[in-house]
């Protein structure tokens, strides 16, 4: 499903180079989920954004569904963002100023879907999470934990092959952070939803079926946690 | 502590130039048309030349007669009403009589002048304060004989006699030759009782003096001992209104005419139809529309300084946190607001003066002499003032209610 | 899209209320300025009606009480003025001789138009020549019309418009206010509008100065000179006029440097207004562009996000330019439900299509210059890396 292989990442300034990823490969498969573990400042996040075509890498390719995307057009990488991959972030990101369900809209904005249509796949979405009682509310009115299933409904309104979780868990109370949890597996397990999580969390990437771990912009393990468990 | 904050306000403009910019802009442009406008109104009312002391002055310039059919005629007093009535009042020092100007020709090398003749009497001389560049204004012995002598502005001296003395020569105007005997500084063409580029003996009008009707074609100035007199002599004047004679009752039965400062006679006649001084009406209005015209670039500097004063909520916040009251930040922003004003208002300042010069320069307004005096420049400080804390205090406002937690994360929500 | 737009904005309408209101005040001065504008324009590209070169006005005025001695020095003074080479024509006219700063209005009632105001020049039959006046129906006056019962008049096309809306107005009798005559209508001009190039078209009408019937005394004379003549002769035929009218007070103007003075009279206000306009809307436009920047640049993890979810850069940017043309929108639309009372309750007695015109003008100034000072901005936004801007906040 997507391919990294050979992926650098370096940051320059005038006075300073940070290597952010060196030499990185992975395969994720259709299906997994994947975590990927390792301390502050290890590349994690740099490497997902590169999945997520966010970011270029300085070297090395992505591909996504056998395709290259290193000749894409600006165009071409929005339209993969907007079909293929849902994201999740640490902080939510949602807009303040527009309601719960125009924000999880918001990726169906970037298609050719008629207001209706937008409308109704949103609430679908919302109901996946169990927050169809709440989309007219606005996000400054919800819980940390709600505003996050906001968010992962807005990554699913798109129907994603892939959904891109950046510390999904990071800001939130244990309670509230196995809820979020439990909606991803359960995606991932009824849906085939392929998910790619970042996480400082060991108890939470246990529970996922393969687990990557990071130090210093490069890869030192790789397992699959399932079959470790079993 | 205050001396702390401008320096903070100096760093801050510094931070963001594109916005300082946009402000002071905006506050210069905005004050320099306030101060140029205050400038030309200072120009009309103010005491310049040569009406300096017209605290002192009041001035009789219409005479109106209305029947009670709602017909009514208006216009400038008669020699005979101003000599028969006005210059008898006891509690003015002086009263002078003189004509309204009337526009004549003359020529000089097949060039032809328009120029403004108006005929006084010595009181005129008296009362106003004439700038003379040569020679002197025209005395008792001249009047009585009816001399053909004129008093002539600078410009007149120049057109005519390329700017060489002017004294002991004849001017022709109106096919009429004057002796020059004095030069006076011109006198901007808004002043319109004293206004002339060419001033001669009242007596060459005596054909005129015995028509006893009450309007003609003449102005009254008059001068008070002190400036307390000025309601006393209004009193008296109201009293002698109610003596005079009307000749003609078909042409209306009651009177009005009034003594006025220079301002109540404008918005006497533009506003007050003849009857009320309506000088409060004129200031009620002015405010108005300086308001008006503030409004839009009060609203775009609040803006702008809202944004401005948002970006640094980290700062605000710091400062809260360490026991800032609501009321220091508030005051520590109007200060800078204020801060910047003025330096919007000194720019603004040398603007108004390069518009005041190209105003002049210009002919638009006749021998205009818009400047910088006390009286402007004192309003301009006021209206920088009033600008800043405006546009500062409800910016300063929002920001000092501002939660310390969520200004040092730097948001509003 | 647009309504994702509006929904944004209005959502945020508080802290994008001082925006919205700039707007609609920028709004409301552009529409008051360029209507003004406009009116004026539009009554600038109509003719005059008449030729003013090479016509000099004369006023002669005496403080003499003797009504035989004024009527004897003005008929000299015509007599001396026919007889010079230079002088094509000349004609006495009352006050308000074109471009003067005098009028006279008469009330004429015809039929159900019931007291119309209307500019009334008294004029001698020579006018017509000095002024090359048009006729487009009926006759000009003549010697037959001394000795007529009824007053005749020659009414311009306005006029006639307003007073019989089409009828054909020769020889119909009107009654002014304030005279016990009757008019006969006996000739329409074209366009006359003599105030000033700017003034509106007035209802008009001419009554005929008979010198030989009435005894009143006129002080304007019209003169037409020959193309060329100078002010050598000005200054030759006022000493020689000034040994006829001896004591009298006399002026002599060319119209062409009246009609300066007049239009002067219009122009400086309304390029001063022009240029506060201008430069209120300067300011605002600056205004406008440092909070857009300012508030593009807050919301970098809005445009993140945006990126995140598929958006292209050029959505972005699109988006954020419409974001600007919707708030221009509110503010317009506000400013249009005041703008719109000015030509429904026939404010100022001005044509309504200026009126529209003004609207329409100002609201393409508004979304053009809002439009302008939001590409930069916006290019800005759509120009950011959307990993920075996730990791920002």
Same mark, same amino acid.
Request: charged residues 20%; neutral net charge.
């Given at each position: 499903?997507?391919?990294?292989?050979?992926?650098?990442?370096?940051?320059?300034?005038?006075?300073?180079?940070?290597?952010?990823?060196?030499?990185?490969?992975?395969?994720?498969?259709?299906?997994?989920?994947?975590?990927?573990?390792?301390?502050?400042?290890?590349?994690?996040?740099?490497?997902?954004?590169?999945?997520?075509?966010?970011?270029?890498?300085?070297?090395?390719?992505?591909?996504?569904?056998?395709?290259?995307?290193?000749?894409?057009?600006?165009?071409?990488?929005?339209?993969?963002?907007?079909?293929?991959?849902?994201?999740?972030?640490?902080?939510?990101?949602?807009?303040?100023?527009?309601?719960?369900?125009?924000?999880?809209?918001?990726?169906?904005?970037?298609?050719?879907?008629?207001?209706?249509?937008?409308?109704?796949?949103?609430?679908?979405?919302?109901?996946?999470?169990?927050?169809?009682?709440?989309?007219?509310?606005?996000?400054?009115?919800?819980?940390?934990?709600?505003?996050?299933?906001?968010?992962?409904?807005?990554?699913?309104?798109?129907?994603?092959?892939?959904?891109?979780?950046?510390?999904?868990?990071?800001?939130?109370?244990?309670?509230?952070?196995?809820?979020?949890?439990?909606?991803?597996?359960?995606?991932?397990?009824?849906?085939?939803?392929?998910?790619?999580?970042?996480?400082?969390?060991?108890?939470?990437?246990?529970?996922?079926?393969?687990?990557?771990?990071?130090?210093?912009?490069?890869?030192?393990?790789?397992?699959?946690?399932?079959?470790?468990?079993? | 502590?205050?001396?702390?904050?401008?320096?903070?306000?100096?760093?801050?403009?510094?931070?963001?130039?594109?916005?300082?910019?946009?402000?002071?802009?905006?506050?210069?442009?905005?004050?320099?048309?306030?101060?140029?406008?205050?400038?030309?109104?200072?120009?009309?009312?103010?005491?310049?030349?040569?009406?300096?002391?017209?605290?002192?002055?009041?001035?009789?310039?219409?005479?109106?007669?209305?029947?009670?059919?709602?017909?009514?005629?208006?216009?400038?007093?008669?020699?005979?009403?101003?000599?028969?009535?006005?210059?008898?009042?006891?509690?003015?020092?002086?009263?002078?009589?003189?004509?309204?100007?009337?526009?004549?020709?003359?020529?000089?090398?097949?060039?032809?002048?328009?120029?403004?003749?108006?005929?006084?009497?010595?009181?005129?001389?008296?009362?106003?304060?004439?700038?003379?560049?040569?020679?002197?204004?025209?005395?008792?012995?001249?009047?009585?004989?009816?001399?053909?002598?004129?008093?002539?502005?600078?410009?007149?001296?120049?057109?005519?006699?390329?700017?060489?003395?002017?004294?002991?020569?004849?001017?022709?105007?109106?096919?009429?030759?004057?002796?020059?005997?004095?030069?006076?500084?011109?006198?901007?063409?808004?002043?319109?009782?004293?206004?002339?580029?060419?001033?001669?003996?009242?007596?060459?009008?005596?054909?005129?003096?015995?028509?006893?009707?009450?309007?003609?074609?003449?102005?009254?100035?008059?001068?008070?001992?002190?400036?307390?007199?000025?309601?006393?002599?209004?009193?008296?004047?109201?009293?002698?209104?109610?003596?005079?004679?009307?000749?003609?009752?078909?042409?209306?039965?009651?009177?009005?005419?009034?003594?006025?400062?220079?301002?109540?006679?404008?918005?006497?006649?533009?506003?007050?139809?003849?009857?009320?001084?309506?000088?409060?009406? @004129?200031? $009620?209005? !002015?405010?108005?529309?300086?308001? /008006?015209?503030?409004? *839009?670039?009060? %609203?775009? +500097?609040? &803006?702008?300084?809202?944004?401005?004063?948002?970006?640094?909520?980290?700062?605000?916040?710091?400062?809260?946190?360490?026991?800032?009251?609501?009321?220091?930040?508030?005051?520590?922003?109007?200060?800078?607001?204020? @801060?910047? $004003?003025? !330096?919007?208002?000194?720019?603004? /300042?040398?603007?108004? *003066?390069?518009? %005041?010069? +190209?105003? &002049?320069?210009?002919?638009?307004?006749?021998?205009?002499?818009?400047?910088?005096?006390?009286?402007?420049?004192?309003?301009?400080?006021?209206?920088?003032?009033?600008?800043?804390?405006?546009?500062?205090?409800?910016?300063?406002?929002?920001?000092?209610?501002?939660?310390?937690?969520?200004?040092?994360?730097?948001?509003?929500? | 899209?647009?309504?994702?737009?509006?929904?944004?904005?209005?959502?945020?309408?508080?802290?994008?209320?001082?925006?919205?209101?700039?707007?609609?005040?920028?709004?409301?001065?552009?529409?008051?300025?360029?209507?003004?504008?406009?009116?004026?324009?539009?009554?600038?590209?109509?003719?005059?009606?008449?030729?003013?070169?090479?016509?000099?006005?004369?006023?002669?005025?005496?403080?003499?009480?003797?009504?035989?001695?004024?009527?004897?020095?003005?008929?000299?003074?015509?007599?001396?003025?026919?007889?010079?080479?230079?002088?094509?024509?000349?004609?006495?006219?009352?006050?308000?001789?074109?471009?003067?700063?005098?009028?006279?209005?008469?009330?004429?009632?015809?039929?159900?138009?019931?007291?119309?105001?209307?500019?009334?020049?008294?004029?001698?039959?020579?006018?017509?020549?000095?002024?090359?006046?048009?006729?487009?129906?009926?006759?000009?006056?003549?010697?037959?019309?001394?000795?007529?019962?009824?007053?005749?008049?020659?009414?311009?096309?306005?006029?006639?418009?307003?007073?019989?809306?089409?009828?054909?107005?020769?020889?119909?009798?009107?009654?002014?206010?304030?005279?016990?005559?009757?008019?006969?209508?006996?000739?329409?001009?074209?366009?006359?509008?003599?105030?000033?190039?700017?003034?509106?078209?007035?209802?008009?009408?001419?009554?005929?100065?008979?010198?030989?019937?009435?005894?009143?005394?006129?002080?304007?004379?019209?003169?037409?000179?020959?193309?060329?003549?100078?002010?050598?002769?000005?200054?030759?035929?006022?000493?020689?006029?000034?040994?006829?009218?001896?004591?009298?007070?006399?002026?002599?103007?060319?119209?062409?440097?009246?009609?300066?003075?007049?239009?002067?009279?219009?122009?400086?206000?309304?390029?001063?207004?022009?240029?506060?306009?201008?430069?209120?809307?300067?300011?605002?436009?600056?205004?406008?562009?440092?909070?857009?920047?300012?508030?593009?640049?807050?919301?970098?993890?809005?445009?993140?996000?945006?990126?995140?979810?598929?958006?292209?850069?050029?959505?972005?940017?699109?988006?954020?330019?419409?974001?600007?043309?919707?708030?221009?929108?509110?503010?317009?639309?506000?400013?249009?439900?005041?703008?719109?009372?000015?030509?429904?309750?026939?404010?100022?007695?001005?044509?309504?299509?200026?009126?529209?015109?003004?609207?329409?003008?100002?609201?393409?100034?508004?979304?053009?210059?809002?439009?302008?000072?939001?590409?930069?901005?916006?290019?800005?936004?759509?120009?950011?890396?959307?990993?920075?801007?996730?990791?920002?906040?």
């Amino acid at each position: 499903m997507i391919q990294l292989s050979n992926i650098e990442k370096v940051y320059r300034t005038k006075t300073i180079e940070t290597v952010a990823l060196n030499c990185v490969n992975l395969h994720v498969e259709r299906g997994e989920f994947v975590s990927i573990m390792g301390p502050s400042g290890c590349g994690k996040s740099t490497l997902l954004n590169i999945m997520g075509l966010l970011d270029e890498p300085s070297a090395g390719q992505v591909v996504i569904d056998g395709l290259p995307v290193k000749t894409h057009s600006d165009k071409q990488l929005a339209k993969l963002r907007n079909e293929k991959i849902g994201f999740v972030f640490q902080s939510y990101h949602l807009i303040h100023d527009l309601s719960v369900v125009d924000n999880v809209e918001l990726p169906l904005l970037y298609r050719n879907i008629s207001g209706s249509e937008r409308r109704k796949r949103a609430l679908e979405a919302l109901e996946k999470v169990g927050l169809s009682t709440r989309t007219r509310h606005f996000p400054s009115q919800l819980s940390g934990g709600q505003r996050q299933r906001v968010a992962i409904a807005r990554a699913l309104a798109g129907n994603p092959e892939i959904i891109l979780a950046d510390e999904p868990t990071g800001n939130l109370d244990s309670v509230m952070g196995e809820e979020i949890m439990d909606i991803l597996l359960r995606l991932n397990k009824e849906e085939g939803t392929t998910i790619v999580m970042v996480t400082h969390d060991e108890h939470m990437a246990h529970k996922t079926s393969r687990l990557i771990r990071f130090f210093d912009g490069q890869q030192v393990a790789d397992s699959l946690v399932l079959e470790a468990q079993i | 502590m205050l001396k702390n904050y401008i320096i903070i306000a100096w760093k801050v403009l510094q931070r963001r130039k594109f916005f300082t910019f946009i402000s002071l802009f905006g506050i210069s442009f905005t004050l320099m048309v306030l101060m140029v406008v205050t400038s030309l109104f200072d120009h009309v009312f103010g005491p310049q030349m040569p009406e300096r002391n017209s605290d002192k002055l009041l001035f009789v310039n219409m005479i109106r007669q209305e029947g009670e059919e709602g017909n009514s005629m208006s216009g400038p007093p008669s020699y005979y009403f101003l000599d028969h009535y006005v210059k008898k009042l006891q509690t003015p020092e002086k009263v002078s009589i003189s004509s309204v100007f009337t526009p004549l020709n003359s020529y000089v090398q097949n060039k032809k002048l328009a120029l403004d003749l108006k005929h006084t009497d010595q009181a005129f001389w008296e009362i106003l304060d004439f700038d003379f560049v040569e020679g002197r204004a025209f005395g008792k012995t001249e009047l009585d004989n009816a001399s053909h002598v004129a008093v002539i502005n600078e410009n007149t001296r120049k057109q005519y006699f390329g700017g060489e003395s002017a004294l002991g020569k004849t001017i022709e105007v109106n096919q009429v030759k004057y002796k020059v005997i004095g030069v006076v500084k011109d006198v901007p063409v808004l002043r319109v009782h004293s206004y002339a580029d060419v001033w001669v003996p009242i007596t060459l009008r005596q054909s005129e003096f015995k028509n006893d009707d009450l309007r003609g074609m003449f102005f009254g100035i008059i001068q008070a001992k002190s400036t307390g007199d000025l309601s006393a002599i209004k009193d008296e004047y109201a009293r002698m209104m109610t003596q005079v004679k009307i000749k003609d009752p078909k042409q209306g039965t009651t009177l009005y005419s009034f003594p006025d400062t220079l301002l109540e006679a404008f918005a006497r006649t533009s506003l007050g139809g003849g009857r009320e001084s309506s000088v409060g009406l @004129f200031y $009620t209005l !002015l405010a108005i529309a300086a308001f /008006l015209f503030m409004l *839009l670039p009060t %609203m775009n +500097l609040v &803006n702008i300084n809202i944004s401005r004063i948002l970006e640094r909520s980290s700062e605000i916040g710091v400062r809260k946190a360490f026991g800032a009251s609501s009321k220091v930040i508030i005051g520590q922003l109007v200060v800078e607001n204020v @801060f910047l $004003t003025f !330096l919007g208002g000194m720019l603004g /300042l040398v603007l108004s *003066l390069g518009v %005041m010069q +190209l105003i &002049n320069n210009s002919g638009v307004i006749a021998y205009a002499d818009l400047g910088l005096n006390v009286r402007v420049f004192a309003w301009g400080i006021l209206l920088c003032l009033v600008f800043g804390l405006i546009s500062g205090v409800y910016p300063a406002y929002k920001m000092s209610r501002l939660n310390a937690v969520e200004a040092l994360r730097g948001g509003t929500k | 899209m647009i309504r994702h737009l509006f929904k944004l904005i209005w959502n945020r309408k508080k802290s994008n209320f001082l925006l919205i209101s700039e707007i609609f005040f920028s709004f409301l001065v552009l529409f008051g300025v360029l209507s003004f504008g406009l009116y004026n324009y539009h009554n600038y590209q109509k003719p005059l009606g008449f030729t003013h070169d090479d016509v000099w006005l004369l006023t002669l005025q005496t403080q003499s009480d003797s009504t035989a001695e004024k009527l004897a020095v003005e008929e000299q003074v015509i007599q001396r003025m026919r007889s010079f080479p230079e002088v094509e024509q000349v004609a006495f006219t009352s006050g308000n001789a074109p471009f003067a700063f005098s009028s006279m209005m008469n009330r004429l009632s015809y039929g159900n138009v019931k007291d119309l105001d209307a500019n009334q020049y008294d004029v001698e039959d020579a006018y017509k020549d000095v002024l090359g006046l048009k006729i487009v129906q009926g006759r000009w006056f003549g010697p037959q019309d001394g000795t007529t019962l009824h007053e005749p008049i020659v009414i311009n096309r306005q006029l006639q418009k307003d007073l019989f809306h089409g009828e054909d107005p020769i020889g119909k009798l009107l009654t002014p206010i304030n005279d016990s005559v009757q008019y006969r209508v006996i000739g329409v001009t074209d366009y006359f509008r003599a105030s000033s190039e700017y003034s509106p078209e007035e209802g008009a009408f001419f009554t005929r100065i008979n010198r030989q019937k009435d005894q009143s005394t006129w002080g304007s004379l019209l003169i037409k000179v020959k193309p060329g003549t100078g002010v050598a002769f000005e200054e030759k035929m006022m000493r020689e006029l000034g040994l006829i009218a001896k004591g009298w007070t006399m002026d002599v103007s060319t119209l062409e440097k009246m009609r300066q003075t007049k239009s002067r009279l219009t122009l400086v206000p309304l390029i001063a207004l022009a240029v506060v306009c201008g430069f209120l809307v300067f300011n605002v436009a600056l205004g406008l562009f440092g909070v857009l920047w300012y508030n593009i640049n807050k919301r970098t993890g809005e445009i993140g996000l945006r990126r995140a979810m598929g958006a292209t850069t050029r959505q972005i940017r699109a988006q954020f330019v419409g974001e600007v043309v919707v708030l221009a929108f509110f503010g317009v639309v506000l400013g249009l439900l005041l703008a719109v009372q000015f030509p429904l309750l026939d404010v100022f007695q001005v044509a309504s299509g200026i009126y529209w015109q003004g609207m329409a003008l100002a609201g393409l100034f508004i979304f053009l210059l809002t439009t302008l000072c939001a590409l930069y901005p916006s290019r800005q936004a759509s120009g950011i890396q959307p990993a920075v801007a996730l990791h920002e906040e």
